[in-house]
């Protein structure tokens, strides 16, 4: 990986970026679209640590780091569009490039690119949960 993560404490940062990506290179939005379907109540814990999901069945991690941030990524890229959504991957990768980034770092950047409202909503979305998505 170019950009480290701390995967214990922030699995959302590395696993739920990896595949959404991964999405978006293979242009699966199909499969997207079925994951916002099914993940509607299980990605609100997104922002939980490992020790968390640890405790539970396997499937919570699946549903809610994999594709919860999947869905949530795909809200604001709908939502602002792609370009601004690139540019939040050029600034993590600009400025995190063989370097670890943490939660701050990401909620910073995306702060820069998109607004401080808009940081404020992520992080209580990462933080505290939601069933229905501000950026939907």
């Known amino acids: 990986s170019i950009i480290g993560t701390n995967s214990k404490e922030n699995p959302f940062m590395d696993e739920g970026f990896t595949?959404?990506?991964?999405?978006?290179?293979?242009?699966?939005?199909?499969?997207?679209?079925?994951?916002?379907?099914?993940?509607?109540?299980?990605?609100?814990?997104?922002?939980?640590?490992?020790?968390?999901?640890?405790?539970?069945?396997?499937?919570?991690?699946?549903?809610?780091?994999?594709?919860?941030?999947?869905?949530?990524?795909?809200?604001?890229r709908v939502k602002y569009g792609t370009p601004k959504l690139l540019e939040f991957f050029h600034q993590i990768y600009n400025n995190y490039a063989t370097q670890v980034m943490e939660r701050a770092d990401l909620l910073n950047i995306f702060e820069n690119v998109y607004s401080l409202s808009d940081r404020v909503n992520l992080e209580f979305i990462v933080t505290n949960g939601y069933k229905v998505s501000y950026f939907a």
């Open 19 to 76: 595949e959404y990506i991964t999405y978006l290179a293979t242009n699966s939005n199909l499969q997207l679209k079925a994951y916002q379907k099914i993940t509607a109540t299980s990605y609100r814990y997104i922002g939980q640590n490992m020790d968390y999901f640890d405790s539970r069945d396997s499937n919570v991690l699946a549903l809610t780091v994999y594709r919860g941030t999947s869905v949530l990524l795909e809200q604001i």
